[in-house]
């Protein structure tokens, strides 16, 4: 299995980016996905201006409605407005998240070749 997602990943690098931000989504930590996957990103052969292009995927732990700030956020709005809706996977958060983590990707791929 590990081979299979490892010549995907070198056949694909936009995928690693994938793979941070649901391990970001489990692990609810950037550092701990960081010092995770990135020796792996760095082990597949991924240019180094793509992983740092790819680092904003690790915020991803606004994915579930389980973080902390998340639900004190949703708590402490007295309009209504923030919520967690009848599925897991429809909170307030979850369209602002996924457009600005797939903007700094998108961004940081796009720029990183001419800063390094």
């Known amino acids: 299995m590990i081979g299979a997602l490892s010549s995907m990943a070198q056949r694909y690098p936009a995928l690693f980016a994938v793979g941070l931000f649901f391990a ?4 609810f930590s950037q550092a701990a996905t960081t010092r995770a996957l990135m020796p792996l ?3 597949l052969g ?3 201006a793509s992983l740092i292009g790819m680092w904003p995927a690790v915020n991803g732990y606004f994915f579930l409605p389980t973080y902390g700030s998340l639900i004190a956020a949703i708590n ?3 309009s209504g407005t923030t919520r ?3 599925f897991i996977l429809n909170h307030s958060f979850m369209l602002p998240g996924l457009i600005a983590t797939i903007t700094a990707v998108s961004a940081g791929l796009l720029i990183g070749p001419f800063v390094l």
């Open 46 to 48: 991924l240019p180094a």
């Open 24 to 27: 970001s989504v489990l692990l």
């Open 41 to 43: 990103g760095i082990s």
């Open 76 to 78: 402490f709005d007295r």
């Open 84 to 86: 967690i809706g009848t």
